[in-house]
């Protein structure tokens, strides 16, 4: 009889159900296999804190394009105009705040409609970045072999890890502060943390890459680049368990 009425209880209940209670049953069951104790008064809980900050940090590509006959008389051509422009950015280069290096340097041919080559083109790039943006800015209006092909806002290293450091301190505080309120709710003296994850994240600036490459190609080459770095919001998440005590 009672194994009657296991069966029709068991056939009652739904497939997702059965499901759920077998898993349980199996997860119990290797528990009492191994002498683990089942995990009592466990909570997941989650925090978070934010931010939000001015990028300091400013990235501009200026590039140049030529075309001719002769590969080797273009490539000349470009070289000249990257010669030209990091000598004229190596004059106001600064560690951390004005750091100049060389970018993609490229020459391919080009075909005519019989797939035989009719001429070359190439392409050269110069990268401007650091926290000096006023300069940098500055310097962008005296290069005049090149032209402004992006512009790029960031944050720093070093307010990225102080802002971090201090978000993660509130996401922290605010994670312990509900633990022990959690605790206090169900009728537990206190807790203890089981495990704990820290995540960091930077959220994009508010104004659309394009709309500041559209604002650097509208200046004119001899002027200095208008800058508008927006503002970016730092984002800490601390997720993990928490075991309440008696």
């Not at 191994?34 to 200026?62: I, Y």
């Not at 051509?77 to 490229?106: C, H, I, M, Y």
Request: overall charge positive; proline content about 3%; some cysteine.
């Amino acid at each position: 009889i009672v194994a009657k009425e296991k069966r029709f209880i068991m056939l009652t209940l739904s497939s997702r159900h059965f499901i759920a209670a077998a898993a349980l049953c199996t997860s119990l069951a290797a528990r009492a296999e191994t002498g683990a104790p089942v995990p009592q008064g466990v909570v997941n809980l989650s925090s978070s804190a934010s931010l939000e900050v001015t990028k300091d940090l400013l990235n501009v590509a200026l590039s140049v394009t030529r075309e001719g006959q002769d590969a080797s008389a273009v490539q000349s051509q470009l070289k000249q105009a990257l010669d030209a422009a990091l000598t004229e950015a190596k004059k106001a280069a600064r560690p951390g705040q004005a750091e100049v290096q060389s970018g993609n340097f490229s020459l391919y041919p080009r075909y005519s409609n019989k797939g035989v080559i009719s001429g070359w083109q190439g392409s050269a790039e110069l990268v401007i970045e650091g926290r000096d943006m006023a300069a940098i800015g500055a310097l962008t209006g005296r290069i005049t072999t090149m032209t402004i092909a992006r512009v790029g806002y960031n944050l720093s290293r070093e307010l990225r890890e102080k802002v971090e450091g201090d978000v993660s301190a509130q996401a922290i505080a605010r994670y312990r502060t509900k633990a022990a309120d959690y605790a206090k709710q169900f009728g537990y003296a206190g807790y203890t943390i089981r495990e704990v994850a820290v995540n960091t994240g930077e959220a994009m600036a508010y104004m659309p890459a394009a709309g500041l490459r559209a604002k650097a190609m509208s200046a004119p080459a001899d002027e200095a680049l208008p800058i508008e770095p927006g503002k970016g919001t730092v984002t800490v998440q601390v997720t993990g368990t928490v075991q309440m005590t008696k």
